[in-house]
């Protein structure tokens, strides 16, 4: 889900309409425009964006995996 | 961009299955994959994955539903204190479902028993703090995805004072499961799509001693088509170079190989490992998480005596073959007759992540 805006301890997130008060104390720096792997109202991870793009590159054919 | 549509692109499936179909003739002989995870599982039967495999590769469900692995006597102790007097229960919704060896929750809460669903335990915990007249229990089962957030929940409720907060711990740790499947002479299993989420609290590191021990390759993979695909595609490979030994993380986006440090740490700190019974697997060493003594004022164990007796009504489905990967639902004759998703018997119907749910709903 997507991050519109950062508390202390918890993140206002959304994915298509839906928002949540989600917990971010498992994660460092988590700042607005990021994208949380939520589980059980926490988040657990950060998306890598660099690391999806390139996925989405090889996804693409533009480069070879 | 969402970054989950994308990765269901349909012309980088089929170069994905061509790619696959070119390694599967390089084998031997059959090849069976198990994907651990019950998220897995309901992704591969909603995508079509094992129909669009080559036929010389299977894949076969592992014991990662959470629910489904939780034993009866969990359940029948759920249903003991929701017995007791100025009691409220709070649990994960797929576990009202799930029949214990004579009742249900969702039996119980009909018949008047304050049993409540929610989405964290952090909406549980706040109940709680809403209701300082009783005892609330919140029904703590998961793996290591879900327990820091149970384990974050119990240190909240440490520091702000919460008296009434109880959690009752069905929690279990994947890699011990996995030992014990490879230590099992009747089932096969020449690689390991591990979980996605799991992995991104545990990292890789736990993968790697299965994998040394036991020649079996494994990859960590993402949720989404492509994800699958391509760990099937990394696994068959390895298979064919003979690499037995290799752990690959695909799922790069999400999961670290050093995992959540934080969220283990706090795992830790709140939970110590203890042997546990998984339902159809029986009772594995270290695979079980206990509440530490320091937060023992939260254990729903050792703050109120559950009594329970050892009973053994079975429903005679093979949900225990199922878990292990030894047999599939279809083998079962009760698949789809009389156990449904609307009346299911076995646990691996009632979770929404259970392989017979999975089957039922997309197919075998």
Not at chain 2, 123 to 142: C, D, M, R, T
Not at chain 2, 149 to 165: H, M, P, Q, S
Not at chain 2, 291 to 303: L, M, N, Q, V
Request: charged residues 30%; positive net charge.
């Amino acid at each position: 889900m997507k991050v519109i805006e950062v508390k202390r301890e918890t993140a206002r997130v959304e994915c298509e309409g839906i928002i949540r008060d989600v917990n971010i104390q498992f994660l460092k720096g988590v700042k607005e425009g990021d994208y949380v792997i939520i589980h059980a109202g926490i988040a657990i991870e950060k998306l890598d964006k660099k690391e999806a793009e390139k996925t989405l590159r090889i996804i693409k054919n533009e480069i070879y995996r | 961009m969402r970054y989950i549509d994308e990765f269901r692109d349909p012309s980088s499936i089929k170069r994905q299955l061509k790619e696959i179909n070119k390694q599967a003739e390089k084998l031997p002989s059959p090849v069976y994959l198990m994907e651990v995870c019950g998220t897995h599982t309901m992704a591969i039967g909603r995508f079509g994955i094992r129909q669009a495999l080559p036929k010389n590769i299977k894949l076969i469900s592992g014991p990662g539903c959470p629910v489904c692995v939780t034993p009866d006597s969990y359940i029948d102790k759920a249903i003991y204190l929701s017995h007791l007097k100025d009691v409220i229960i709070t649990t994960f919704g797929d576990m009202v479902k799930v029949p214990g060896s004579s009742s249900s929750l969702e039996k119980e809460k009909s018949e008047g028993r304050d049993i409540r669903i929610v989405y964290s335990p952090l909406e549980a915990l706040a109940i709680a703090e809403e209701s300082p007249h009783k005892n609330n229990i919140f029904l703590g089962v998961g793996f290591e995805t879900t327990t820091p957030a149970v384990a974050l929940t119990i240190k909240k409720a440490d520091e702000e004072g919460i008296k009434n907060f109880y959690v009752l711990s069905g929690h279990k740790l994947i890699p011990p499961a996995m030992k014990t499947l490879m230590e099992d002479k009747e089932v096969r299993i020449d690689g390991f799509i591990c979980p996605g989420h799991v992995s991104a609290i545990t990292g890789s590191k736990p993968y790697i001693a299965i994998s040394e021990k036991y020649n079996v390759p494994s990859v960590i993979t993402g949720f989404e088509p492509y994800d699958i695909l391509e760990g099937i595609l990394i696994l068959t490979e390895k298979i064919v170079r003979g690499e037995y030994k290799d752990v690959v993380i695909q799922y790069k986006r999400v999961v670290k190989p050093e995992g959540n440090q934080k969220a283990r740490k706090v795992m830790k700190d709140v939970f110590e490992v203890v042997d546990a019974e998984w339902r159809g697997i029986g009772v594995i060493k270290k695979s079980g998480l206990k509440i530490r003594k320091r937060y023992e004022g939260f254990d729903a164990e050792s703050h109120f005596p559950v009594k329970v007796k050892e009973k053994r009504k079975r429903c005679g489905c093979i949900c225990g073959d199922i878990l292990k990967g030894k047999r599939q639902p279809t083998d079962c004759k009760m698949f789809g007759t009389i156990c449904t998703p609307e009346s299911p018997l076995g646990p691996c119907m009632v979770s929404s992540e259970g392989t017979c749910a999975a089957f039922y709903k997309y197919g075998g």
